[in-house]
């Protein structure tokens, strides 16, 4: 079982940046992949980013290819997603995932979660 809690979401305008980070515990850090997913008001939720265990491997979603980057340090045992030229549309709930089998894309391959924190952008 793994925890994991998400922190450094809020207010901005169109245009800042934002990192959120994804803190886990509970189990060995270095051996499942973590992704980061949104859900914004009345949508469903739709990926962002996942990175490997090791690191080495990252897929971005089309929506915020150029914009956001997924990173992580295995020492603090954290993910970290980097937001940058926020838009409006950006607006959600972000939530990060602990995913134990091969990387995936796909929310169900996920089997914990965090709690979420919110990402609201003004025009």
């Known amino acids: 079982q793994v925890q994991l809690v998400e922190s450094g979401g809020g207010l901005v305008q169109a245009g800042d940046s934002l990192r959120l980070s994804c803190l886990t515990s509970g189990r060995t850090f270095a051996t499942y992949a973590v992704g980061w997913f949104r859900q914004a008001p009345e949508k469903e939720r739709e990926f962002v980013a996942v990175?490997?265990?090791?690191?080495?491997?990252?897929y971005i979603a089309d929506s915020v290819k150029g914009r956001f980057t997924i990173s992580r340090d295995n020492a603090k045992n954290t993910v970290y997603l980097q937001m940058n030229s926020l838009k409006p549309e950006d607006t959600a709930v972000y939530y990060c995932a602990a995913e134990f089998g091969t990387i995936s894309t796909t929310e169900r391959a996920f089997g914990s979660w965090g709690q979420g924190t919110q990402v609201t952008v003004s025009s």
């Open positions: 990175i490997s265990w090791s690191g080495e491997s990252t």
